[in-house]
């Protein structure tokens, strides 16, 4: 089941990203005093009791604002807005009740969606409580008196924000065809890949807009298997400042990986792969999808013999916090090995939900420990006393040791590479968890 959204909305300065940080339990976004710094969204994954969610930290709201670099923070928070299945309308009790907040407060509630109003900087509620009570003039809830620096009523406002939690969309949960998100930076031709999938299969049914997310789910069949393609390439707006435009996909691809099996990443080969690529992928391949790299454009690329082989050392080198993920080259434009997608995405589902028996992993493990004896420190040994398979997607395992401590991420990683020698596992993550049984005496 996937995540639910939360984004922190409010105009400038208002301390979001201080409250961002302080919810996330370390310092991810910038924090100054001046309005306009966070130009960003940037997101993080929350536990309150037994919840979890995804936070989003956005730019300030200027409404009126003419400014390119505003506007640009505005579109920002519109999208997170979108994607969101609960919005924090964070206020200040220091500055007061401004038109802005009534002109924020007019667009969440535009959105339909759940509205928490959490009031800033009441570092004294004794003596601050009064200001507070000016928020209800919003007509937007019960405000919630916080304070970002100081750390205060965080339980209050996260109850809150959690009662508007669902069990998940019915409807997803139900509907067993595989997910599959075309993820990237912008204008590297995920719509054109769409597009030409769609005109050859032929059998679009309609498009629908998801009602919480700004993706669009569109049904497709291939090779006789029904799937629903996640469209993240979203709204285009014209932009002077390509930097800032590439950072537009980031919470589209929060939002379209949480729901996805498989993620496909779509590279420009015109451009090679970049450390933006290396961030929308690094999304999926924390959240353990399948991953798959289609390089599109290649028709536009002059060739020898040595081209590919090149090309997949330089994503490898990028990439190389997921070497597992399998790639293609194609292009959308002429169709180029545009067939062999489904046949790729096919595999790595079938390697999401490959199940190994506890007999033929614990024989693996024995001949990867007589290979290479487990790492020791100050005259003790690491023991592995055996390992199952817990669960698929990604395919996890657990490691029964007698030091967790010793058990040292290379030799987690030695294990991992044996366990793909077998079974290859190819387009998908593997998840290890180490656990601790003391030796009987």
Request: a neutral charge; aromatic letters at 8%; proline letters at 4%.
């Given at each position: 089941?996937?995540?639910?959204?939360?984004?922190?909305?409010?105009?400038?300065?208002?301390?979001?990203?201080?409250?961002?940080n302080?919810?996330?339990?370390?310092?991810?976004?910038?924090?100054?005093?001046?309005?306009?710094?966070?130009?960003?969204?940037?997101?993080?994954?929350?536990?309150?009791?037994?919840?979890?969610?995804?936070?989003?930290?956005t730019g300030?709201?200027?409404?009126?604002?003419?400014?390119?670099?505003?506007?640009?923070?505005?579109m920002?928070?519109?999208?997170?807005?979108?994607?969101?299945?609960?919005?924090?309308?964070?206020?200040?009790?220091?500055?007061?009740?401004?038109?802005?907040d009534?002109k924020?407060?007019?667009?969440l509630?535009?959105?339909?969606?759940?509205?928490?109003?959490a009031?800033?900087?009441?570092?004294?509620?004794?003596?601050?409580?009064?200001?507070?009570?000016?928020?209800?003039?919003?007509?937007?809830?019960?405000?919630?008196?916080?304070?970002?620096?100081?750390?205060?009523?965080f339980?209050?406002?996260?109850?809150?924000?959690?009662?508007?939690?669902?069990?998940?969309?019915?409807?997803?949960?139900?509907?067993?065809?595989?997910?599959?998100?075309?993820?990237?930076?912008?204008?590297?031709?995920?719509?054109?890949?769409?597009?030409?999938?769609?005109?050859?299969?032929?059998?679009?049914?309609?498009?629908?807009?998801?009602?919480?997310?700004?993706?669009?789910?569109?049904?497709?069949?291939?090779?006789?298997?029904?799937?629903?393609?996640?469209?993240?390439?979203?709204?285009?707006?014209?932009?002077?400042?390509?930097?800032e435009?590439?950072?537009?996909?980031?919470?589209?691809?929060?939002?379209?990986?949480?729901?996805?099996?498989?993620a496909?990443?779509?590279?420009?080969?015109?451009?090679?792969?970049?450390?933006?690529?290396?961030?929308?992928?690094?999304?999926?391949?924390?959240?353990?999808?399948g991953?798959?790299?289609?390089?599109?454009?290649?028709?536009?690329?002059?060739?020898?013999?040595?081209?590919?082989?090149?090309?997949?050392?330089?994503?490898?080198?990028v990439?190389?916090?997921?070497?597992?993920?399998?790639?293609?080259?194609?292009?959308?434009?002429?169709?180029?090995?545009?067939?062999?997608?489904?046949?790729?995405?096919?595999?790595?589902?079938?390697?999401?939900?490959?199940?190994?028996?506890?007999?033929?992993?614990?024989?693996?493990?024995?001949?990867?420990?007589?290979?290479?004896?487990p790492?020791?420190?100050?005259?003790k040994?690491?023991?592995?006393?055996?390992?199952?398979?817990?669960?698929?997607?990604?395919?996890?395992?657990?490691v029964?040791?007698?030091?967790?401590?010793?058990?040292h991420?290379?030799?987690t990683?030695?294990?991992?590479?044996?366990?793909?020698?077998?079974?290859?596992?190819?387009?998908?993550?593997?998840?290890?968890?180490?656990?601790?049984?003391?030796?009987?005496?």
């Amino acid at each position: 089941m996937s995540r639910p959204i939360v984004a922190i909305i409010g105009r400038p300065n208002v301390g979001k990203s201080t409250l961002f940080n302080a919810l996330a339990g370390e310092r991810i976004s910038i924090v100054k005093d001046y309005p306009g710094v966070t130009r960003d969204r940037i997101y993080a994954d929350v536990t309150w009791l037994d919840k979890q969610f995804t936070m989003i930290d956005t730019g300030g709201i200027e409404p009126d604002s003419k400014d390119e670099m505003l506007s640009y923070m505005r579109m920002q928070a519109e999208i997170a807005i979108n994607s969101a299945d609960v919005i924090i309308f964070l206020v200040d009790v220091r500055q007061g009740l401004v038109d802005q907040d009534f002109k924020v407060a007019d667009m969440l509630r535009r959105s339909a969606k759940p509205v928490v109003l959490a009031v800033n900087k009441v570092d004294n509620f004794e003596k601050l409580m009064p200001d507070v009570y000016e928020f209800y003039n919003l007509g937007i809830g019960d405000p919630i008196p916080v304070s970002s620096a100081s750390k205060l009523g965080f339980g209050d406002l996260l109850d809150e924000v959690v009662k508007h939690f669902t069990s998940g969309n019915t409807q997803e949960e139900e509907d067993e065809r595989p997910k599959i998100a075309i993820i990237g930076k912008p204008n590297v031709g995920k719509s054109s890949i769409i597009n030409k999938l769609l005109g050859e299969d032929r059998v679009i049914v309609s498009n629908i807009p998801g009602t919480t997310r700004d993706a669009v789910d569109t049904p497709i069949r291939r090779n006789g298997k029904d799937y629903i393609l996640i469209d993240t390439a979203g709204l285009r707006r014209k932009s002077k400042i390509k930097e800032e435009l590439e950072r537009f996909s980031i919470i589209r691809t929060v939002t379209a990986v949480e729901r996805c099996d498989v993620a496909v990443l779509v590279i420009d080969a015109t451009e090679g792969v970049t450390e933006q690529d290396a961030k929308i992928v690094g999304i999926a391949h924390d959240r353990g999808k399948g991953i798959v790299i289609a390089v599109n454009k290649w028709d536009l690329i002059e060739k020898d013999n040595n081209t590919v082989k090149e090309f997949q050392h330089k994503i490898k080198e990028v990439l190389s916090f997921m070497p597992y993920a399998e790639i293609l080259f194609i292009s959308a434009e002429t169709g180029q090995r545009l067939h062999r997608l489904f046949e790729i995405i096919e595999v790595v589902i079938q390697n999401q939900n490959l199940r190994i028996s506890t007999g033929v992993l614990n024989e693996i493990l024995t001949e990867a420990t007589t290979l290479q004896q487990p790492p020791s420190d100050k005259g003790k040994r690491l023991r592995i006393y055996y390992m199952t398979q817990v669960a698929v997607k990604p395919p996890t395992f657990v490691v029964f040791v007698n030091d967790k401590e010793l058990m040292h991420y290379s030799y987690t990683r030695y294990i991992e590479n044996k366990i793909r020698e077998a079974f290859g596992f190819s387009g998908t993550s593997l998840k290890f968890i180490i656990r601790e049984r003391k030796e009987k005496a």
